[in-house]
């Protein structure tokens, strides 16, 4: 997973931003002049919700085309994320995250809809992936929404003082890349895909 190339995972937050990109090929191009790039993947995703208890989980079916290698490595991944939006200057997510992989996708479905859960939303996004000191950046095309960059975080904690911070370096990744604070998009991608829906 792209992700752990850039850092290890452990019991913290994710603090993530995101913003609506007009321009997908210059926005990349200006990463490449100061991040890292790290590979890309295609990531196909499956939202399963249990009415019961409003919980939801996450089936994601992912290529990852890093470049240590040619041949793309696919996994399938579980999530549930607890998730907070968080307001300062934009809007921020803070989500504490349970991932683990699968090889029975089949059986693990049959297992979700046992216990209730019934399939609510997918999503596929292509994404390209760099690392500028301990952020990760990816580009996105998401269909029917269009490109979007995305910024996160790892943190042990969520005080104000560490958010203020992370925020900060996120609008200055932000100007770096030519893009203004007023395309921050605050609703999730779910939300921006049911409102097309």
């Known amino acids: 997973q792209l992700k752990k190339l850039c850092y290890n995972r452990s019991k913290m937050y994710e603090i993530e931003i995101k913003a609506h990109v007009n321009d997908r090929h210059k926005v990349q191009t200006i990463l ?13 995703d499956v939202y399963f919700k249990n009415n019961c208890n409003n919980l939801q989980i996450r089936i994601r079916d992912q290529e990852n085309f890093s470049v240590q290698s040619t041949e793309p ?5 579980v999530t549930y994320k607890r998730k907070e939006r968080l307001k300062t200057d934009g809007t921020m997510e803070v989500n504490q995250e349970e ?9 693990f479905m049959v297992f979700l809809q ?10 596929e996004k292509k994404v390209s992936t760099w690392k500028y000191e301990h ?3 990816e580009v996105c095309t998401i269909p029917l929404l269009g490109d979007f ?14 958010l203020e911070a992370i925020h900060n370096r996120f609008l200055l990744i932000l100007k770096k890349c030519n893009i203004s604070e007023t395309e921050i998009e605050d609703k999730f991608y779910s939300e921006l895909l049911a409102e097309k829906k």
């Not at 859960?117 to 999503?123: A, I, Q, R």
């Open 149 to 162: 960059i995305e910024m996160e975080v790892l943190s042990e904690t969520k005080d104000k003082k560490t």
């Open 73 to 77: 490595k696919k996994t399938i991944l």
């Open 114 to 123: 046992d216990a209730g859960f019934v399939p609510v939303l997918e999503k």
């Open 99 to 107: 991932e683990f992989t699968i090889n029975n996708r089949e059986s």
């Open 32 to 44: 490449d002049s100061f991040a890292v790039y790290v590979g890309s993947c295609h990531k196909k």
């Open 135 to 137: 952020v990760l950046i």
